[in-house]
């Protein structure tokens, strides 16, 4: 008993300190991606199943304001910088909220609304809405369903998450697998990335053994 509890608190520990999950993702919520459709920033309607094929990453994003330690054209240049490593096998969609933290009615976010509706990155950004609700205890579903998080829920089988990381949901091409990094910056995920484009491209590309 206290070897196997041994073992299993070290196959834990490590996971965590790795801080990434891997999920299969089930045909209902397949089903559900392929009929998502969101509005961005602007208000253009965005059909999730236009992104079949790519490698697709989705960041949340806490509303910054005045003073933020981290400006936000710094942190929205930053990634579109991740975009143009791989303009043709990444896409990105990034989900403002507002952090239960803050309190927004004594701040001025001006900068922030600005870049982040100035629609001129290559990256989808979303509407604030489309995300989901946060309240004190997290991230959890729209009372109405629809939204992003409603669906990456169902993936990883939680009701909320957690708001007080950084967090990325990386989807497979074919819409079969998800990777959910936290904790983690925007330069370790490029690095995941670098793993994933590499792998999805090598898994793409034909065998010599098919050739002949």
């Known amino acids: 008993m206290r070897v196997h509890c041994l073992i299993e608190c070290t196959k834990w520990n490590e ?3 790795v801080k990434f999950r891997r999920y299969t993702i089930q045909d209902e919520a397949k089903d559900a991606l392929y ?8 208000g253009h309607t965005i059909r999730f199943e236009q992104f079949e094929g790519y490698v697709t990453v989705i960041i949340p994003i806490a509303k910054s304001c005045h003073g933020s330690k981290v400006p936000p054209k710094v942190m929205f240049d930053s ?17 403002s909220y507002p952090h239960p933290s803050m309190t927004y009615s004594d701040t001025d976010c001006t900068e922030f609304e600005t870049e982040y509706r100035s629609g001129r990155r290559g990256i989808h950004m979303m ?3 489309q995300l989901g609700v946060v309240n004190d205890d997290g991230l959890s579903s729209h009372p109405r369903g629809g ?3 409603e669906i990456l829920g169902d993936i990883m089988g939680v009701s909320e998450l957690n708001v007080y990381t950084t967090q990325y949901y990386v989807i497979s091409p074919d819409f079969d697998s998800m990777e959910y990094h ?7 995920l490029k690095d995941v990335l670098h793993i994933i484009v590499k792998e999805e491209l090598e ?10």
Do not use: C, H
């Open 147 to 149: 939204s992003m998080f």
């Open 15 to 17: 996971q965590d300190t």
């Open 35 to 42: 009929d998502l459709q969101l509005e961005n920033a602007t």
């Open 203 to 212: 898994s793409s590309r034909p065998s010599r053994t098919n050739e002949l």
């Open 127 to 129: 509407k604030e809405s």
């Open 79 to 95: 990634i579109q910088d991740i975009k143009k490593v791989w303009p043709y096998a990444v896409e990105i969609l990034v989900f």
């Open 182 to 188: 936290y904790g983690k910056s925007l330069l370790d």
